[in-house]
């Protein structure tokens, strides 16, 4: 069982930039697929990024337009996403998960992501 935290959320101007960081709990986690969501009040949990083992591949939701950025340690069992240029749209919970399946497997489908974080919030004042 892998376990995950998120941190780093919290409020923002927009314009402004976060680093969001995911935690793991065991060192399987080098060998999974890590992946980032979110979910506005009322809407879908989105896939947002998604990162292979070795870091070789990497999707990105196309809405995001080159803003958010994925990476990993795998030294730190952690994942991260930097957000640049924030705007209010981007306001919701972000989550963190990790796969079996390859990024490209995996992606969209919630039902392929084997392990999910609890969250943390983002708020992005206008």
């Known amino acids: 069982q892998v376990r995950l935290a998120e941190s780093g959320g919290g409020l923002v101007q927009a314009g402004g930039s976060l680093r969001l960081s995911c935690a793991a709990s065991?060192?399987?986690?080098?060998?999974?697929?890590m992946g980032w969501f979110r979910q506005g009040p009322g809407k879908e949990r989105e896939f947002l990024a998604g990162?292979?083992?070795?870091?070789?591949?990497?999707h990105y939701a196309d809405s995001l337009k080159g803003r958010f950025t994925i990476s990993r340690d795998d030294y730190k069992n952690a994942a991260n996403l930097q957000m640049n240029n924030l705007s209010p749209e981007d306001t919701a919970t972000y989550y963190c998960?990790?796969?079996?399946?390859?990024?490209?497997?995996?992606?969209?489908?919630?039902?392929?992501?084997?392990?999910w974080g609890q969250g943390t919030p983002v708020t992005v004042s206008s």
């Open positions: 990162i292979s083992w070795d870091s070789a591949t990497k």
């Open positions: 065991e060192g399987s986690f080098s060998y999974l697929t």
């Open positions: 998960a990790a796969s079996v399946y390859t990024v490209a497997h995996a992606m969209g489908a919630t039902n392929r992501w084997d392990y």
